[in-house]
Nanobody, 122 residues
Framework: QEQLVESGGGLVQPGGSLRLSCAAS????????IAWFRQAPGREREKVSC????????YYQDSMQGRFTISRNKSSDTINLQMNSLKVEDTAVYYC???????????????WGQGTQVTVSS
């Protein structure tokens, strides 16, 4: 059964860093465009970043540009999201999703994980 699993979430102080990872069973992530979404309490899910499997292009939401870095690790078939200079407003559940292209909504993707909690607090 196809399944994505996120890891690396946790509690961090403002200004700190976390590295999220997305791994899969039943599919090969290298064959897909992979996105990270997040959803904070009371807010809609939003796309954070995406890396295309077609042309390698990378997308970041404006507020994450320069702070977050998405990357593929082909040897381990994982997708990482390095998050630096974290802010309280980055607190959310972070999800990875795999699809044929970098769509803008969660529903554009074929496979999703259950999410990992990121809490930024002093």
């Amino acid at each position: 059964q196809e399944q994505l699993v996120e890891s690396g979430g946790g509690l961090v102080q403002p200004g700190g860093s976390l590295r999220l990872s997305c791994a899969a069973s039943g599919i090969t992530l290298d064959y897909y465009s992979i996105a990270w979404f997040r959803q904070a309490p009371g807010r809609e899910r939003e796309k954070v970043s995406c890396i295309s499997n077609v042309d390698g292009k990378i997308y970041y939401q404006d507020s994450m540009q320069g702070r977050f870095t998405i990357s593929r690790n082909k040897s381990s078939d994982t997708i990482n999201l390095q998050m630096n200079s974290l802010k309280v407003e980055d607190t959310a559940v972070y999800y990875c999703a795999a699809g044929a292209y970098c769509g803008n909504t969660f529903e554009d993707y074929l496979y999703w994980g259950q999410g990992t909690q990121v809490t930024v607090s002093s």
